[in-house]
């Protein structure tokens, strides 16, 4: 049972335009969200994240924005730069055995191709 | 650069062996999180492990362990090894575990090969 989708496995962009990527999630538990980028052959890198408490979050070209009536979030690249080519990751703060609060759950991810 | 780092990089074995994979957190963090990535299931949470203890289970097989040693280190051991077990590994670390916001850092990570 997958609680973290993102259903566009690829998205293609051009460059300098807007950049929206979307996540679904079904467990009502998360109270957390982050993305990350990852490039091939590389871990993932932390881009940005929301609290469940906002329903917006901004740093510099990247806002993530939550509605959590819908357990949708996206995450927005304005302007798209060609370095911004990568697949991204959505991940919400998952409960595991224990009591412990700390394990992520990740999408699939979406592959993003900013084109010149 | 995370300031994760992870070892091997790469490694291949046959089935049936036993691996261990090493991990050394950013300077300061006490927590450490294993994650499997698979072609079929992504990114999946294995283990995580705060100041030397256990602290949360995740989709982790009873064939694998890992332990955090007093230094911070943490190894992920994998035994019996089945060919699906071939994924990339990822450890994480962050400062402690606040159960909240408290931002994962990703390792390189350590390509395994089963054959």
């Known amino acids: 049972d997958q609680q973290v989708k993102q259903n566009s496995p690829s998205l293609s962009v051009q460059e300098g335009r807007i950049s929206i990527l979307n996540c679904d999630y079904t467990n009502s538990m998360f109270d957390y969200f982050l993305w990350y980028k990852k490039y091939p052959a590389e871990g993932p890198t932390f881009l940005i994240s929301i609290s469940s408490i906002k329903d917006k979050n901004e740093d510099g070209r990247f806002t993530v924005f939550l509605n959590k009536s819908a357990k949708h979030l996206s995450l927005h690249i304005v302007p798209s730069q060609p370095g911004d080519s990568a697949v991204y990751f959505c991940a919400a703060l998952g409960r595991y055995s224990g009591g412990g609060a700390d394990g992520l759950t990740f999408g699939k991810g979406t592959h993003l191709i900013i084109q010149p | 650069d995370s300031g994760v780092t992870q070892t091997p990089k790469h490694l291949i074995t046959a089935t049936g062996q036993r691996v261990t994979l090493r991990c050394s957190p950013r300077?300061?963090?006490?927590?450490v999180y294993w994650y499997q990535q698979s072609l079929d299931q992504g990114l999946q949470f294995l283990i995580q492990y705060y100041n030397g203890e256990e602290r949360a289970k995740g989709n982790i097989l009873e064939r694998f362990s890992a332990q955090q040693f007093p230094d911070l280190h943490s190894e992920l051991n994998l035994s019996s090894l089945e060919l699906g077990d071939s994924a990339l590994y990822f450890c994480?670390?962050?400062?402690?575990?606040?159960?909240?916001?408290?931002?994962?850092?990703f390792g390189p990570g350590t390509r395994l090969t089963v054959l």
């Open positions: 300077s300061g963090d006490l927590s």
């Open positions: 994480a670390s962050s400062r402690w575990t606040s159960g909240s916001t408290d931002t994962q850092y």
